[in-house]
């Protein structure tokens, strides 16, 4: 069982940035396929961005060339670094996990078992 913890969400004005965090009780980070998804009251979750264990990084087209994925083997983290922020991006933001020999690690929601309880950010005009 894989538990993740995410921290970093805020309030912060259109323009500005976010660094998310996510601590997972995994101590083999490296295979795990991770991700970061958002999700908005009434509408479904959407994939932003996930790293494999080789590090290779995929993003939503929405959040390309402003958010980056990160991982920290050594501390066991995941980061996700919002620069230019905008009141779109506002939503709740959790953390996903699956193993990766059984992930294709993209950005659909079904294929993650491991959540965290999410982390709110908030962008305002």
């Known amino acids: 069982q894989v538990q993740l913890v995410e921290s970093g969400g805020g309030s912060v004005q259109g323009g500005g940035s976010l660094r998310l965090s996510c601590v997972t009780s995994e101590s083999t980070l490296s295979s795990l396929c991770m991700a970061w998804f958002r999700q908005i009251p009434g509408k479904e979750r959407e994939g932003v961005a996930s790293i494999e264990d080789d590090g290779t990084p995929r993003y939503a087209e929405s959040v390309k060339g402003r958010f980056t994925i990160s991982q920290d083997n050594a501390k066991d983290t995941l980061h996700l670094q919002m620069d230019s922020l905008e009141p779109e991006d506002s939503g709740m933001y959790y953390c996903?996990?699956?193993?990766?020999?059984?992930?294709?690690?993209?950005?659909?929601?079904?294929?993650?078992?491991?959540w965290g309880q999410g982390t709110q950010v908030t962008v305002s005009s």
């Open positions: 996903a996990a699956e193993p990766s020999q059984a992930s294709l690690c993209g950005l659909k929601e079904f294929e993650y078992d491991y």
